[in-house]
Nanobody, 121 residues
Framework: QVQLVESGGGLVQAGGSLRLSCVAS????????MNWYRQAPGKQRELVAR???????NYTDSVKGRFTISRDNAKNTLYLQMNSLKPEDTGVYYC???????????????WGQGTQVTVSS
């Protein structure tokens, strides 16, 4: 069974940095584009950053220049380097991707369990 497990969240002061990781495990044949979403208290989940299989990246405007998404395909791992953090970056961060398992002929959509990021002012 495929799993996505995030780590790296925590409490940090404004201006600080955190690095999130998301490891995909299981009998994986292929992984599609990989995404980081976040959900702040009382708000809808929003797409923060995306990276394609080929390495093309996209960011929501509020994190451009501060966050960097990357992936290590050999390790089935997704990263999010977050610098110059602001209180409005607070929320639960989720890893998301579509994975084709070795024994399936199609992709399925997977989410991690989330990791809490809290930025104090």
């Amino acid at each position: 069974q495929v799993q996505l497990v995030e780590s790296g969240g925590g409490l940090v002061q404004a201006g600080g940095s955190l690095r999130l990781s998301c490891v995909a495990s299981g009998l994986i044949f292929s992984i599609n584009d990989m995404n980081w979403y976040r959900q702040a208290p009382g708000k809808q989940r929003e797409l923060v950053a995306r990276i394609t299989n080929g390495g093309t990246t996209n960011y929501t405007d509020s994190v451009k220049g501060r966050f960097t998404i990357s992936r290590d395909n050999a390790k089935n791992t997704l990263y999010l380097q977050m610098n110059s953090l602001k209180p409005e970056d607070t929320g639960v961060y989720y890893c998301n991707t579509k994975i084709r398992e070795a024994w399936r002929k199609y992709e399925r959509n997977y989410w991690g369990q989330g990791t809490q990021v809290t930025v104090s002012s």
